[in-house]
């Protein structure tokens, strides 16, 4: 009785709380802001983005048509099947266009769907802001170091495998943007400079849409490139896994 009583309260007290957050995000007209509106990756980031982007993991074809729908141009990859935990049912292809303007270097980046979309958003809500805050010119090309890799961990022959193995996880090396300009993690994530900078809020905006963001802050593994993935692991916070100190290994 005291369980279903403690229920009925919860219940009665969600209902007002749900149509307080609704009137507060749709007067300001930010349904992303709500846990249960559709996600649209044109839209800037909400409340509830990180985690609807985490969902697309499960909903492979309608992650395809949201990317689609956005206007970014991917390629459906055939499943991929390796030794182990490796392989992907879910994977796609960026290719030299990129999306809206930046490219992959190299190209095509193959990907599981989730990490294509989310990178989508990364690049349109954090990336090219960032980029024109500190330097006033756009990102034109991403660097990265791959996104399928089968292998375990650190690539060790036993343990968990990585993100990597299942390509829901991506490397990100560097940028170069519109006048040629090169920004890349492993020479210019320390320092005071705008390119430090700039590093520093790209990584710190990926923590609001990827489960895991690590950085050179992170480890040594990491001293040359951001790894973006969306594992799941049970809960998924507004701010994802963002450490900035030893941690248990990706």
């Given at each position: 009785?005291?369980?279903?009583?403690?229920?009925?309260?919860?219940?009665?007290?969600?209902?007002?709380?749900?149509?307080?957050?609704?009137?507060?995000?749709?007067?300001?007209?930010?349904?992303?802001?709500?846990?249960?509106?559709?996600?649209?990756?044109?839209?800037?980031?909400?409340?509830?983005?990180?985690?609807?982007?985490?969902?697309?993991?499960?909903?492979?074809?309608?992650?395809?048509?949201?990317?689609?729908?956005?206007?970014?141009?991917?390629?459906?990859?055939?499943p991929r099947i390796?030794?182990?935990?490796?392989?992907?049912?879910?994977?796609?292809?960026?290719?030299?266009?990129?999306?809206?303007?930046?490219?992959?270097?190299?190209?095509?980046?193959?990907?599981?769907?989730?990490?294509?979309?989310?990178?989508?958003?990364?690049?349109?809500?954090?990336?090219?802001?960032?980029?024109?805050?500190?330097?006033?010119?756009?990102?034109?090309?991403?660097?990265?170091?791959?996104?399928?890799?089968?292998?375990?961990?650190?690539?060790?022959?036993?343990?968990?495998?990585?993100?990597?193995s299942t390509a829901?996880?991506?490397?990100?090396?560097?940028?170069?943007?519109?006048?040629?300009?090169?920004?890349?993690?492993?020479?210019?994530?320390?320092?005071?400079?705008?390119?430090?900078?700039?590093?520093?809020?790209?990584?710190?905006?990926?923590?609001?849409?990827?489960?895991?963001?690590?950085?050179?802050?992170?480890?040594?593994?990491?001293?040359?490139?951001?790894?973006?993935?969306?594992?799941?692991?049970?809960?998924?916070?507004?701010?994802?896994?963002?450490?900035?100190?030893?941690?248990?290994?990706?």
């Amino acid at each position: 009785m005291r369980f279903l009583a403690v229920l009925k309260f919860l219940v009665v007290l969600a209902i007002p709380l749900a149509i307080g957050l609704g009137l507060y995000a749709f007067g300001r007209g930010r349904p992303q802001d709500l846990p249960w509106t559709a996600l649209d990756l044109g839209q800037p980031v909400g409340l509830f983005t990180a985690r609807k982007l985490a969902m697309l993991a499960d909903d492979a074809p309608r992650c395809r048509m949201l990317l689609a729908d956005a206007g970014v141009r991917a390629t459906r990859l055939p499943p991929r099947i390796g030794p182990g935990g490796c392989g992907y049912a879910d994977g796609v292809t960026l290719g030299p266009g990129g999306t809206r303007g930046i490219a992959f270097a190299p190209a095509p980046l193959g990907t599981s769907c989730a990490i294509a979309a989310s990178l989508a958003v990364w690049e349109w809500e954090v990336v090219q802001p960032a980029a024109l805050a500190w330097f006033g010119r756009p990102v034109t090309r991403i660097d990265h170091f791959g996104s399928y890799s089968c292998r375990r961990i650190y690539g060790r022959a036993s343990g968990r495998w990585s993100e990597h193995s299942t390509a829901d996880a991506v490397d990100i090396a560097g940028f170069r943007l519109g006048d040629g300009t090169r920004i890349t993690v492993a020479r210019d994530w320390k320092g005071g400079g705008k390119k430090a900078a700039f590093l520093h809020d790209v990584r710190d905006g990926a923590c609001r849409l990827f489960a895991t963001t690590l950085s050179p802050d992170y480890n040594a593994a990491h001293a040359d490139h951001l790894h973006l993935d969306q594992a799941a692991r049970g809960k998924v916070g507004m701010r994802g896994f963002c450490p900035s100190g030893p941690r248990a290994p990706r």
